[in-house]
Each structure stands twice: as C-alpha cells, then as structure tokens.
C-alpha cells in the first residue's frame, strides 16, 4: 500500500480542538462558582445586615434599660463600650436562633473570645468580673470558660510612681523606707509591693490601682442593665442573681479593711498550726486601699512541687488538704480563691515538714455550722456511693432543679458519684478530677439544676486542689487527711 498520499499528522493533532473543550468547560464552571459566591456574599451581606441591624436594636433597649436604672450611657463611654460589644455577641446567637439552629462550640469560642479580649482592652473590674464568671462552669459553656479562664494570666503592673503615690496619699509620706518599684504580683484590681519599713522591717504592700473605684460601678451598672435586658429570654440562667452575685464579690475585693479581717480571722483559727503560715497585718499600715503584711519568703507552690524531695512535697500537699478542709468544715472561713499563686512554701527546721504559707484574703467565704454539716453528709454519701444520701444532701444545701423535676436533682448526684467512680485512688492515672467537675457541672446545665454560689466556690478548690494532688500522686491518703475535719462538722 503506497503512503505518499495520505495527509501528514503530528503528536498534537487535535489538542487545541481538546484544549477548547477544556478551556469552555472551565469556563461554564467558573461561571457557576461565581454565581455561588454571588448567591454566598449575597446570603453573607444579607446575614449580617440581619445580625447589624438586630444588633443596634439590642443595643438600643440595653441604652433604654441604662436609662430606666439611672445610667447616662454618653456620660460614661466605659458603659457604653461594653453595652455595644454585649449586643453584638447577644445578636450573634439570636441569628443562629432565627434560623433554626444550636449554637455550636464555634460560634461560643468566637463570641467568648470577643468578651475576652474586652476584658483584658478595659482591664480593671470587668476583667475580675470575668475571672469570676469563668468559675461559673455550671452555667456557661465549656468554650466560654476555656477563653475567660486565660484572664487569670500575669496583668501588666501600672507605672511604679502611680502605685506610690497612692501609697503616699492613703498612708503619707516618709511611711516606708523603701519600696521596690518592680511589684511582686499585679492584677486586674491591685498590685503587690516589696517595701521596708523606716525600722527595717520587711513588708508586702496591696494597693488599689488608682481610679479602678469608678470604674467598678461603671462595669456593675453595665453588667445590672445586661442581665436584666436578657433574664427573659433566658429565666433558667438566673442572670440578675449571677451578676448580684458577681458584684458583692468585686465590691468584697475593693476593701482592703475586710480583707485585713479576714487574714486576721484566718490566721487566728489556724494559729495553733505549726505548718501553716498566715502573714500578719500591720494595721497602722492598712486602710481601704492599702493593706500593709509581714514579708513572706519562699517559692510558689507549683514550682516548689515541681522539683521537690517525695517526702516534702507529699507533707506538702498533706497539709494543703488537711487545712483546706478545717477552714471549711471547721473554721466555716476558707480561701476561695484557689490560684496556686497564693501559695508559698517555706523552708522549715525540718526539710521534710517546710510550711505551708496563705496568701490574699480578698476572697473568703464563710459558711454556718448547718451547712458545714450538710457538706459533711454530702461528702460521706458520695465517697460511700449513697445515691439517695447524696440526692437529699444537695437538696439540702440549696440545689434546685429548675424545670421542677426532682429526679433532676438525684440525676445529678448520680453523675458525681459516677465521676468519682471513675477514680477513687490515686494511682489511677486516668482520672482527672477537674474534668470530673466539668462533668458534673455539664450534667447541671443541661437538665438544669441551679447550684448554690458557695458550692461553686468549694468546687473551684476542690478542683483545684485535687488536680494539684493527681498531677503529683503523693503517698497519703486523701480522705485520712480530710475525715478529722469533717467528723467535726458533723459533731457540731
């Protein structure tokens, strides 16, 4: 067969007639992506014009309410800041509402964040407000109380002659012959100072960040006006009682004569205690903003446990919960603010029995001999696996069920008796007693049951001491060191 007259092809014969074919399929796609992203932008606009517009009229009751309780909002530009950012977050969940939906960790997370970085932009009161609102994990979701939790981290300290100027103002000059202008610690209310006295005595001075007074009942009347704005849409939160609640706390932290009384009160009880240390008010030193104590020295719980000897370091934790558990159900007087860093260790005579030292009284709760008792009980019936002692106990101490089931409440007690199932001995090195709180407190939430505020307080100890004891495992046994405490509760 002769091939001369056939027509010459090559390797590439036919790609561009392919290549089209591409290009106008490409081309038909993009189409349609852009008009997906049209309809997409299109929907976004529309929802958040929506969320825009559902905002300002948030915004614009929560002014009304400001206005109704007494509150000039242009007059106070603090209140309305925080007014606005709390219409913002409150329309973001009524869209998600609006649409048929469940807020998701997401959106939570996202909005947490929003009222975190608030906190820590206006400082001052609002941040301690949400350090406290942060232990309410009956009450918030998990993603809230993981962002609020981040405002316990390290404030940065206001100037040094701004802090000695009101030391100077409170007590007058000359008072001190130094003061170290580094503070030892600084918070959101506060700041702590190494300073001597003119006979060379060696002292820590508390003091009230200047202005942060205003600012308080600023941030009180903007949380009063949010909680009562949003209580009906949400009853079961019981949001106006979680912010009276949240006030007297801050308010109770601004008194530095309460907190001299406190420390003096505590230091009285556990005076005879040869392994705990409770500094001594200088009272001549001590007003309502300044509160002057003897110096402690030593190291901060958490690295002292870190590296310590086994027979110290389980001394160590032995006393904390030993202690711990006679201002509860002893003293009725016990330090709720359970942050590692109001701790010190101290060197004793003996290497193996170093002292225990209690730091910042602003926080105490008291608790009377009733209901010393009942947590006494409450105790037993959960470390027994008495479901039915257990329910009575938290109806005793004030748990409610809201939807006014009562089997609501046992439901609950069943779960921390399942949590505490989970594990009971120390070398379970898969219990972890914060996430067992967590659990319980989830199970509050979700069925609800309204938790009386001094057992949120004693839950943040507990947890927090209980993570501090599985974290390290110590050779003790945990109830032997809490029973004596408990069986005087119970004796009355």
């Keep these: 067969m002769n091939d001369t007259n056939r027509t010459p092809t090559t390797p590439n014969d036919g790609v561009g007639e392919r290549a089209a074919a591409v290009l106008d399929r490409a081309g038909a796609l993009v189409a349609r992506v852009r008009a997906h992203v049209g309809r997409l932008v299109d929907d976004v606009t529309r929802d958040a014009r929506a969320v825009a517009a559902e905002a300002e009229a948030l915004y614009a009751s929560l002014v009304d309410g400001a206005r109704v309780a007494g509150v000039a909002v242009r007059g106070s530009p603090r209140v309305g800041r925080v007014l606005a950012e709390a219409a913002a977050i409150a329309a973001s969940y009524r869209a998600v509402a609006a649409l048929g939906g469940e807020p998701g960790d997401a959106l939570h997370a996202r909005c947490a964040r929003r009222a975190h970085d608030l906190a820590v932009e206006l400082r001052g009161p609002l941040l301690k407000v949400g350090q406290f609102a942060a232990a309410r994990a009956d009450l918030l979701p998990a993603a809230w109380v993981r962002e609020l939790l981040r405002l316990t981290d390290r404030v940065p300290p206001v100037a040094a002659a701004t802090i000695l100027a009101r030391i100077d103002a409170e007590l007058g000059p000359g008072r001190f012959r130094s003061v170290d202008p580094e503070p030892l610690a600084a918070a959101s209310l506060a700041q702590v100072h190494a300073a001597e006295l003119v006979d060379g005595t060696r002292v820590a001075v508390k003091v009230q960040v200047p202005g942060v007074e205003d600012a308080v009942e600023a941030d009180l009347a903007a949380l009063r006006i949010i909680a009562a704005a949003f209580d009906a849409g949400a009853p079961a939160l019981g949001l106006p009682v979680v912010a009276a609640e949240l006030a007297r706390a801050v308010r109770a932290e601004l008194d530095y004569a309460a907190e001299a009384a406190n420390a003096a009160r505590l230091a009285s009880a556990l005076a005879g205690d040869a392994d705990v ?35 110290a370091r389980d001394h160590v ?140 307080l004693i839950g943040r100890v507990l947890a927090t001491l209980g993570g501090l004891v599985f974290a390290h495992r110590p050779a003790i046994q945990p109830f032997a060191a809490i029973a004596p405490a408990m069986s005087a509760a119970l004796v009355g």
């Design 277 to 311: 240390l409770v500094p001594a008010v200088v009272p001549e030193l001590s007003t309502a903003r300044v509160l002057t104590l003897a110096r402690v020295d030593g190291r901060r719980l958490v690295d002292y446990l870190a590296d310590a000897a086994p027979a």
């Design 317 to 456: 934790l032995a006393t904390l919960l030993r202690t711990t558990a006679e201002q509860i159900f002893v003293h009725g007087c016990f330090q709720a603010d359970p942050h590692p860093g109001n701790f010190l260790v101290v060197p004793g005579a003996d290497p193996d029995r170093p002292r225990l030292a209690l730091l910042d009284f602003g926080c105490i709760a008291t608790l009377d001999a009733p209901l010393r008792a009942a947590y006494a009980r409450l105790a037993l019936a959960l470390l027994g696996g008495d479901g039915a002692g257990a329910a009575a106990g938290l109806a005793a101490l004030g748990f409610v069920a809201r939807d006014g089931d009562p089997r609501t409440v046992v439901r609950l007690a069943d779960a921390m008796l399942g949590a505490l199932r989970e594990g009971v001995r120390l070398d379970d090195p898969t219990f972890d007693p914060a996430a067992a709180l967590a659990q319980a407190f989830a199970l509050a939430r979700r069925h609800p049951v309204a938790a009386p505020s001094h057992f949120v």
